[in-house]
């Protein structure tokens, strides 16, 4: 019988708790349906009454988020602590279109890291919204040392 310390679990997260997370950063991955596959965009973001907001300019990216399938949005952490945490919301996705909804986003702390042209404002108002808390194992725990292991010629 061996002897291994036990591995703690995942806990997972109360809505509340997903949002005051998504709070903290402002950078996640959008995952839009794009053609005939799923494609994933880094976005700059903020939160907004129960939503995400992000700007973007004109191309693929808003094409596929306002396309008639959902979107999965999804930002995490791993603070100095070691315990690393991961949200994602699914919903719809919207532009922003109303004169009083996108003058209220210029008073969001938005500020798109690449430079360009972003003037299309997307709300993603979530069907649902789940989070996970973990403590990140040290790397001797999963990774597999390589150390006189054969290499093909070409390695």
């Not at 061996?2 to 995942?10: F, H, L, W």
């Not at 949002?19 to 950078?27: E, T």
């Amino acid at each position: 019988m061996e002897n291994k310390p036990a591995v703690p679990g995942t806990e997972l997260l109360e809505s509340q708790e997903c949002w005051s997370l998504l709070r903290q950063v402002s950078v996640g991955r959008l995952a839009v349906w794009h053609g005939d596959g799923p494609d994933i965009f880094p976005v700059n973001y903020t939160t907004d009454h129960g939503t995400v907001v992000f700007r973007t300019g004109s191309g693929t990216k808003l094409e596929a988020a306002l396309a008639e399938f959902p979107v999965a949005m999804e930002a995490d952490g791993v603070p100095e602590t070691g315990v690393a945490w991961s949200v994602v919301i699914r919903g719809k996705a919207e532009l922003l279109t109303q004169t009083e909804d996108v003058l209220s986003t210029f008073s969001l702390p938005l500020f798109p890291w690449q430079a360009g042209r972003k003037d299309h404002f997307v709300r993603v108002v979530p069907a649902t919204i789940s989070g996970r808390r973990f403590t990140v194992a040290p790397p001797n725990t999963w990774w597999t040392p390589a150390e006189g292991a054969k290499r093909s010629a070409g390695e």
